[in-house]
């Protein structure tokens, strides 16, 4: 079992409406220190996978097709490798 | 100036809605290795702050009033300082 955390942003110098509407949110509650708001996606994704390589090309293919719009996002992961049977706490 | 990185997601045993249409998606892909998928959200926001201690209250503020639900999501969050003025790249 494989574990990948993924992280999905916006490229700089996208508009990024969520952010700013956040943005003035927090003015309105008095956060005036707030001066950026970016806002992105994060993933836990479990694979039924051993070989890290192929979770790799795996996850690649997914953000690609699906998960990021690689035209105006980007994103990166990381893989976490599980043991399938976990064994019980100590 | 300090910038903070958040995560917002659900705690553990919510539904995900969003993570479970995802996870079909991808198997209709053809991703069938995929055994779960959860979604957040990740929010990258500068403050113009320099104080740790005060930026650390105002996020924890934030995340309990804004950006997350505390019934239903949990919450972290790193901080990290910045100069206000950062020096020409070398």
Redesign the interface.
């Known amino acids: ?1 494989i574990k990948a955390t993924i ?3 916006l490229k700089p110098g996208i508009l990024d409406p969520q ?1 700013r509407a ?1 943005r003035q ?2 003015d309105t ?1 008095g ?1 005036s ?17 051993d070989d890290p390589a192929r979770a790799d090309a ?1 996850l690649k ?2 953000c690609e ?3 990021a719009n690689p035209v105006i996002e980007s994103y990166r992961y990381e893989l976490e490798r599980h043991p399938s049977h976990p064994a019980a706490p100590s």
């Open positions: 079992m992280h999905v942003t952010g956040i949110s927090l509650l956060f220190a707030v001066r950026d708001v970016r806002v992105g996606k994060f993933l836990e994704i479990e694979l039924q996978e795996h293919a997914m097709q699906l998960l």
